[in-house]
């Protein structure tokens, strides 16, 4: 399984976008995503419950990744899932409503650094990209 870093509720409260996040979240492990961390956005914005930002290993993983996760995400019932980005294939996002996913290569997600904006460190196998 992949390492995850989590940025848990500080409310403790159960949300009902668990379940979906649950499906992005095997969605990922099953494409060997790396770098996955998942920022709980509950209380701090409107947009969705959960914010999910993971790597691949080239264009076509994170195109793989992207396709798997709407594929399934529809799969559960979800309508209006959507997808940006794809033909370029560096950075994606997918939209699944109460969960965001943002699907980069490696160094294009060090170079945008999505985690910074929520005070949260780089994972150290991203933050090497930065460097370079």
Request: glycine fraction near 6%.
């Amino acid at each position: 399984m992949t390492e995850r870093k989590v940025i848990a509720s500080k409310n403790g409260k159960a949300n009902p976008s668990n379940a979906l996040l649950k499906l992005v979240e095997t969605s990922l492990d099953d494409d060997k995503a790396q770098a996955v961390t998942v920022i709980d956005l509950a209380g701090k914005s409107s947009i969705a419950d959960y914010m999910v930002i993971a790597s691949g290993t080239s264009s076509r993983q994170v195109a793989a990744m992207a396709d798997h996760i709407l594929e399934k995400v529809k799969e559960s019932g979800q309508e209006g899932a959507t997808i940006d980005g794809k033909t370029q294939g560096d950075w994606i996002l997918v939209d699944a409503g109460d969960v965001i996913v943002h699907l980069f290569r490696p160094e294009v997600r060090a170079f945008y650094n999505l985690e910074k904006m929520w005070g949260i460190e780089m994972p150290e196998e991203i933050a090497i990209y930065a460097q370079a």
